[in-house]
């Protein structure tokens, strides 16, 4: 599990910069750079509000990443091995407007 810090605030997942999903994965299957990654799991707040989160939603320091970036040197097995993780996209309206900012090319 990683060490998760979500800068992808239009997220309904997010809450104070951690996930409350619980799980996410990365996307860019033939990523080199974090430009060619994205939270997949990335869904955009509806009307201000937290539409998928609810009062039993906790947000969690700590998740598991799976990933498909195989060109990421933390990428065992589809499986992030990173012990700190930082989404971006403060902006983000759709998963490929954020981006994996750990990503580092083997």
Known sequence: ??????????????????????????????????????????????????SLTSSTAHPSSTISIDCEAVKCVYNTDYRCKAEKVDIKGNTACKAEDTICATFKEK
């Open 1 to 50: 599990m990683a060490m998760l810090t979500c800068g992808a605030e239009n997220c309904t997942y997010n809450k104070d910069s951690l996930c409350c999903k619980g799980d996410i994965m990365v996307g860019g299957k033939q990523a080199q750079n974090s430009e060619n990654t994205c939270c997949d799991s990335f869904r955009e707040k509806k009307c201000g509000c937290n």
